[in-house]
T-cell receptor, first 116, second 112 residues
Framework: GAGVSQSPSNKVTEKGKDVELRCDPISGHTALYWYRQSLGQGLEFLIYFQGNSAPDKSGLPSDRFSAERTGGSVSTLTIQRTQQEDSAVYLC??????????????FGEGSWLTVV | GNSVTQMEGPVTLSEEAFLTINCTYTATGYPSLFWYVQYPGEGLQLLLKATKADDKGSNKGFEATYRKETTSFHLEKGSVQVSDSAVYFCTNSGGSNYKLTFGKGTLLTVNP
């Protein structure tokens, strides 16, 4: 597609359930990111993929969070046993090359997760 | 470490007013600096960028100059429009060539 596509756009889940968030990056972009945007907290880096590998997963807040990327394209962020503090907008982004320097990073519109 | 501190909002201006949103940063290495904008109901978009000291990024009437001596990248626009109402994020790439560190965002509302 023309831009970074994320699904679902909105998800309401019960505390303790697992959720999967999907990201379809711009075709040909090798670098993919997940960020989390919480109210009043700005954007928090979660994980960076280059191809199918994740050389930096330092931002994942706990072992309930995991992400994978297959075929150098689609990525899935999984949150197990969701907690209310996981409620946020989860943003996916992609870029060509190795990343930020000199390259424009394109963001999706986000998946708004609410844990009740 | 890498961090960004930007002016807290919300900022409310009248149309045609002058805008400044302050941003300072700390970074290891030689960062690139960016301003991203999030319009209501839309995803984040790159507004402008500067990749080295003294560079000036500009777009849509907005400007920001990379000041290494003051570690600043303040966003300015001479005459804001209602359509500029959005959340603005100052961002730096730190010493990394792949990861962006974001400020908390500044909500700008421009009234007619």
């Amino acid at each position: 597609g023309a831009g970074v596509s994320q699904s679902p756009s909105n998800k309401v889940t019960e505390k303790g359930k697992d959720v999967e968030l999907r990201c379809d990056p711009i075709s040909g972009h090798t670098a993919l990111y997940w960020y989390r945007q919480s109210l009043g907290q700005g954007l928090e880096f979660l994980i960076y993929f280059q191809g199918n590998s994740a050389p930096d997963k330092s931002g994942l807040p706990s072992d309930r969070f995991s992400a994978e990327r297959t075929g150098g394209s689609v990525s899935t962020l999984t949150i197990q046993r969701t907690q209310q503090e996981d409620s946020a907008v989860y943003l996916c982004a992609s870029t060509s090359g190795t990343g930020a320097f000199g390259n424009t990073i394109y963001f999706g519109e986000g998946s708004w997760l609410t844990v009740v | 470490g890498n961090s960004v501190t930007q002016m807290e909002g919300p900022v409310t201006l009248s149309e045609e007013a002058f805008l400044t949103i302050n941003c300072t940063y700390t970074a290891t290495g030689y960062p690139s600096l960016f301003w991203y904008v999030q319009y209501p109901g839309e995803g984040l978009q790159l507004l402008l960028k500067a990749t080295k000291a003294d560079d000036k990024g500009s777009n849509k009437g907005f400007e920001a100059t990379y000041r290494k001596e003051t570690t600043s990248f303040h966003l300015e626009k001479g005459s804001v429009q209602v359509s500029d109402s959005a959340v603005y994020f100052c961002t730096n790439s730190g010493g990394s060539n792949y990861k962006l560190t974001f400020g908390k965002g500044t909500l700008l509302t421009v009234n007619p």
